[in-house]
């Protein structure tokens, strides 16, 4: 079984930093991309940054220059530094990665965690 587990969310004031990280545990034999998604209430999941396990990335418009998306290989994680946060960054936050298994033949799938709450207010 593999897991991706976030942490790092919580209460910020506008204009304040938060780092979330994801790890992802189980019998991983690789992983390719790693991203994190968020969803507001009353709207779709959607995009906030990708990155392969190359370390290349790419963000939604409106989280350049803000956030920072980076990963430790050795560690399986994923990280999302969020700075300069607005109110409208309100959501919860997803990890998604595409982890490779043996199964017991090898296949690529793609996980999510749990989620984590990210609330930006005064």
């Known amino acids: 079984q593999v897991q991706l587990v976030e942490s790092g969310g919580g209460l910020v004031q506008p204009g304040g930093s938060l780092r979330l990280s994801c790890a992802a545990s189980?019998?991983?034999?690789?992983?390719?991309?790693m991203g994190w998604y968020r969803q507001a209430p009353g709207k779709q999941r959607e995009l906030v940054a990708r990155?392969?396990?190359?370390?290349?990335?790419d963000y939604a418009d409106s989280m350049k220059g803000r956030f920072t998306i980076s990963r430790d290989n050795a560690k399986n994680t994923v990280y999302l530094q969020m700075n300069s946060l607005k109110p409208e960054d309100t959501a919860v936050y997803y990890c998604?990665?595409?982890?490779?298994?043996?199964?017991?033949?090898?296949?690529?799938?793609?996980?999510w965690g749990q989620g984590t709450q990210v609330t930006v207010s005064p």
């Open positions: 990155i392969t396990r190359a370390g290349s990335t």
């Open positions: 998604n990665a595409q982890i490779g298994t043996v199964q017991p033949r090898f296949v690529m799938n793609d996980y």
């Open positions: 189980g019998m991983i034999v690789t992983i390719n991309g």
